[in-house]
């Protein structure tokens, strides 16, 4: 069985292009079917998760292509993010 706490100490990773995305912030549940929907990261231009504009990063769970012992790798098709540019 895996833990929140320990998902959350793992890096994200798009498998299409490389970047590292982050480190999870949040993880959405549905309560009612007791499953994970959607992992959360800091958005771009967040100091420490809090100073900063721009939306967090929502990456659903079907989007989650490997959890790994060190990252989880995922898929996101036509992702832009400034930190990156």
Do not use: C, Y
């Not at 793992?10 to 498998?15: E, G």
């Not at 490389?18 to 958005?43: F, H, S």
Request: aromatic share 4%; hydrophobic share 45%; proline share 4%.
């Amino acid at each position: 069985m895996l833990k929140v706490s320990d998902l959350r100490m793992r890096d994200v990773i798009n498998v299409l292009d490389g970047r590292r995305l982050g480190v999870i912030k949040d993880i959405d549940v549905d309560i009612e079917r007791g499953k994970v929907t959607a992992l959360i990261l800091p958005g771009s231009g967040k100091f420490m998760g809090l100073f900063g504009k721009n939306d967090d990063i929502v990456i659903p769970w079907e989007k989650i292509k490997k959890l790994g012992v060190d990252v989880i790798l995922v898929e996101l098709q036509n992702f832009t993010d400034p930190r990156h540019d």
